[in-house]
């Protein structure tokens, strides 16, 4: 039986729920080449989002050419250079003779390692020196633009976790280096994306930052209650199951809306059904999602403050905003306004809750699900 729920990785165009105005937005983009930095908390859909409006884009605009690189695994500068080269010759050429002759048109300052492995991959390794050859690495990042005039053709180039831009040695340096040369280019758009979003506003919201204003900034929204009931109940139907509106409701409402959680829950309970929901189903759906995190979310528990618990207790009963008001601050024995003003920051670096939109909640709903249970 096909799978009718999918998290854990980026979804494609069956599991995905259409964010037709964010992929219009992304359109647009690719279309006037602005470029794009994309901001939200973790998986509520970035990559997939991207994933899905480039490659429609590309499907239409024959031709734009798609080139991803997760900066989740670059270690270094050097990595981040091999990467960038290695992606962006493999989204124009698809032939290793071609490989080799484009290595040595457009990167004759570097000395390139190119063979072919059993499985008729191509390994591409370069012998990069870069505190030597400041001269290849301008060489090295201007091979898109270089390809794309060359080709007549268009490249987007998507850059996830950019965040982790900032985690490298002289961050500075290269930052500068990678804007100064990027904003040169006429065939190139980039969507730069990623989670933290503390360290992506400051990458692009602070003056002083290299990629000031670089693009179009944009952050990104909750999936509507009513699209994900729709698209719940439509994948049951789909797989010969039965979801009342009531319970698909219920999945989005104790996940909070957020993606990834509520495509998971919507998975258990759908493994449970045979035929159609009910309350047992459900219960026992929640009850495995809890269990499978009893360890960890006991660990995150016993880390808490007094104070920091009366105040997971205060946004579990909705209150959101106001938190300073003497009558909050009494009801929930928070202290001071001082002391709120403390906790927030708090737990946030513990990872607990979230501001974003300028509004605080739980960063994980199974969390807030399980305390909540924890209190009644
Ligand atoms: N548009 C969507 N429709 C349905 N599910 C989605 C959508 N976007 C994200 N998800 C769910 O959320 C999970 C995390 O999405 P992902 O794109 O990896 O988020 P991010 O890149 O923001 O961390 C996916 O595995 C999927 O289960
Ligand atoms: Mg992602």
Not at 351 to 376: C, G, H, M, N, R
Request: hydrophobic share 40%; aromatic share 12%; proline share 2%.
């Amino acid at each position: 039986m096909k799978q009718a729920f999918q998290f854990g990785k980026i979804v494609g165009q069956k599991n995905f729920i259409n964010r037709k105005l964010e992929i219009e937005r992304l359109h647009q983009n690719f279309l006037n080449r602005t470029h794009t930095i994309l901001i939200s908390p973790r998986r509520w859909g970035k990559s997939s989002l991207v994933k899905v409006a480039a490659e429609q884009f590309v499907a239409r605009h024959g031709n734009y050419r798609l080139c991803y690189i997760d900066l989740f695994e670059i270690r270094s500068e050097k990595d981040f250079y091999e990467k960038y080269s290695k992606v962006v010759l493999g989204a124009v050429y698809t032939q290793f003779d071609d490989w080799i002759e484009g290595v040595k048109k457009f990167l004759s300052k570097i000395t390139p390692k190119i063979r072919l492995d059993l499985q008729q991959e191509i390994k591409f390794d370069m012998a990069l020196d870069i505190r030597k050859e400041t001269e290849a690495v301008g060489e090295l990042l201007d091979l898109p633009e270089r390809l794309a005039v060359d080709k007549g053709i268009e490249l987007i180039i998507c850059l996830d976790e950019f965040q982790n831009i900032a985690e490298l040695p002289e961050s500075m340096a290269i930052q500068r280096l990678l804007r100064s040369v990027w904003q040169k280019h006429q065939h190139v758009t980039y969507c730069l994306y990623g989670s933290k979003q503390h360290m992506l506003a400051d990458l692009f919201n602070k003056k002083s930052m290299p990629f000031f204003k670089f693009g179009d900034l944009f952050y990104l929204e909750k999936i509507s209650p009513k699209e994900w009931i729709n698209y719940i109940c439509r994948q049951f139907r789909d797989t010969g199951k039965t979801i009342a509106e009531p319970f698909a409701g219920r999945i989005v409402t104790d996940m909070d809306q957020h993606s990834y959680y509520v495509q998971q829950l919507s998975y258990y309970v759908w493994t449970h059904t045979e035929d159609t929901v009910d309350e047992k189903i459900y219960d026992l759906a929640v009850t495995q999602l809890l269990q499978s995190n009893t360890i960890l979310f006991q660990k995150d528990f016993e880390s808490l403050s007094r104070t920091q618990v009366n105040f997971l207790r205060m946004l579990l009963d909705g209150v959101t905003e106001g938190f300073t008001r003497g009558e909050i601050l009494e009801r929930y024995e928070l202290g001071t306004s001082a002391n709120v003003a403390k906790i927030i920051p708090q737990l946030e670096k513990k990872e607990i809750v979230e501001t974003y939109a300028k509004k605080v909640s739980f960063s994980d709903p199974a969390f807030a699900l399980w305390l909540k249970q924890l209190f009644s």
